[in-house]
């Protein structure tokens, strides 16, 4: 048993040679293959046995959920009988008969510290499946045009984290298809960034991108579930801000035993500073497992999820079809802000003239917003109704937020200086099926039973960091007044809100 539970440590370490300095010499002429060192400890090293493992688990699997191209997956990578189940979840959302141009996977280096990342291009890696084509040439490119990437044949010699997923690729494509082979070095935030910024350009519907990742270390099974779905949760809103400030809290939770949230973080980080950038893209949480589910130990687990990135399909994404650029955005406070001063100060509205609008701005769509004094809300209201051009209905809203939300008094000339503005503005909204749609951070929810209505916005349950559950049950009674499990037997619809404020514009 003691032996098993090794196996499930990203950290476990284990003595292995290092090709040598003549194999590894940047003008070495011979491919110099990269042999599958981790087959018969942390999968089966006998190619049958191999494949009726994959088989069990792809068997196992969650269905494919979409039939709109996968970007992008995150996938775990411990011993196969623990993570197993969870990786084929993940690579089972592929297409089988799909053929991409190239497999990007960046895995995090567990035994070799280096700075930027270091990318195979002596040769191919292989498996108990066979080989595992490299694109050298590709890889090669890489390296010589960008500092950042380098070849360390250590990080590539020693590292499990990138060969495990190899053999789910290679047991459920049918179609033949090539690997970039990144293990990532630095955990310096802005080569971080900029990593992503080279890779960007890969990004498109002709290649793959895999993020290799465990979840939280060690802490106890039911806190480990805790941490992960916090993880994912950020994962899942697509902002890399909020995957760092969710880390952070994690670790200032003080919970027992917990190493790290997520070892592969910088893979993570890398590729939601490249989606956050586009808007057609979804991401779905597929499955989630810890090492719990498959030992008796309870006391010190190791979290997995399985995390799909879909570009989406044109037909399926109403809810992603309106955007703001920054100069829309700050014009939007503008208006919001002059029309609330000119309305305290001196009770007229300012004019202004359409024209000098964009035709964004002046589409019919609801909209929140949102008035702070202190970092405490001090009045908000809005329309989810598209019955007036944007432009004006922001100018609306500031002075009803200011004037009409009975939970305050009215704001007075002398707090304008103390006021700031926040501004959401929402998109059409989705009626769903079951909660698990609700992406925490990234959706607002409106609930409908009779003739009684509430809703909340993305933001209200980030702030909060409270579960679906607790998003529904606040939203069904202090919203619509249904009660705490009234949204059970209500209509329930999700809207997304492209939410910007003073502070984060200033200047």
Same mark, same amino acid.
């Given at each position: ?29 011979? $491919? ?10 942390? #999968? ?7 494949? $009726? ?26 011993? #196969? ?6 990786a084929a979840a993940a690579y089972k959302q592929l297409n089988p ?17 280096f700075d930027g990342a270091s990318i195979y291009h002596k040769g ?96 106890? #099974? ?87 990135? #879909? ?88 002075? $009803? ?59 209200? $349950? ?22 705490w499990e009234g949204w059970k037997n209500a209509d329930v619809f ?14």
């Open positions: 048993m003691k032996h098993c539970i090794f196996l499930i440590t990203c950290c476990w370490m284990i003595l292995l040679s290092c090709p040598s300095e003549a194999q590894v010499e940047d003008g070495a002429k011979e $491919a110099v293959d990269r042999e599958a060192v981790f087959a018969g400890k942390f #999968y089966p090293g006998e190619k049958g046995e191999l494949e $009726a493992m994959l088989n069990k688990y792809f068997n196992q699997a969650t269905k494919k959920q979409t039939d709109a191209p996968v970007a992008a997956l995150i996938a775990p990578h411990a011993g #196969y009988p623990y993570s197993g189940k969870v008969q799909h053929r991409y141009e190239n497999i990007f996977i960046i895995a995090p280096s567990h035994r070799v510290s191919d890696y292989t498996t108990p499946l066979g080989k595992v084509k490299v694109n050298r040439e590709l890889a090669k490119k890489l390296v010589r045009e960008n500092d950042l990437f380098v070849f360390n044949p250590s990080a590539h010699s020693q590292e499990h984290s990138l060969e495990v997923q190899l053999p789910f690729l290679q047991h459920h494509l049918k179609e033949d298809f090539q690997i970039v082979p990144i293990v990532t070095g630095t955990q310096d935030q802005a080569k971080i960034r900029e990593i992503a910024g080279l890779l960007k350009p890969y990004f498109n519907e002709h290649n793959l991108f895999v993020v290799s990742t465990d979840f939280s270390h060690y802490p106890g #099974y039911e806190d480990a579930v805790k941490v992960d779905r916090a993880t994912a949760d950020a994962i899942t809103a697509n902002t890399p801000e909020k995957l760092i400030n969710t880390l952070r809290a994690n670790a200032k939770k003080d919970v027992s035993n917990l190493v790290t949230s997520m070892c592969g973080w910088p893979g993570v980080y890398a590729l939601l500073n490249i989606t956050s950038k586009k808007d057609d893209i979804q991401i779905k949480k597929i499955l989630y497992r810890n090492s719990g589910d498959a030992l008796d130990r309870k006391d010190r687990v190791v979290g997995y999820w399985a995390i799909s990135f #879909y570009g989406k399909n044109k037909k399926n994404q109403p809810n992603m079809s309106f955007q703001l650029n920054q100069e829309e955005k700050k014009t939007l406070l503008h208006i919001a802000r002059k029309t609330l001063e000119e309305y305290i100060r001196n009770d007229r509205k300012p004019e202004f003239e359409e024209e000098q609008f964009s035709e964004t701005l002046k589409k019919k769509t609801g909209a929140f917003v949102t008035l702070q004094k202190g970092g405490e809300l001090r009045g908000c209201i809005g329309r989810f109704e598209a019955k007036l051009p944007l432009y004006e209905l922001v100018g609306e809203l500031a002075i $009803a937020s200011a004037t009409q939300d009975m939970r305050f008094s009215a704001v007075s000339a002398e707090e304008l200086d103390e006021i700031t503005l926040e501004i959401s503005v929402l998109t059409p909204m989705e009626k769903i099926e079951s909660i698990e749609e609700i992406e925490l951070g990234t959706h607002g929810i409106y609930i409908q039973k009779g003739g009684m209505t509430g809703t909340l916005l993305p933001q209200v $349950a980030e702030k909060f960091d409270w579960t679906r559950e607790e998003f529904l049950g606040h939203c069904a009674r202090d919203k619509a007044g249904i009660g999700t809207y997304r809100a492209i939410v910007f404020g003073e502070e984060e514009l200033s200047g």
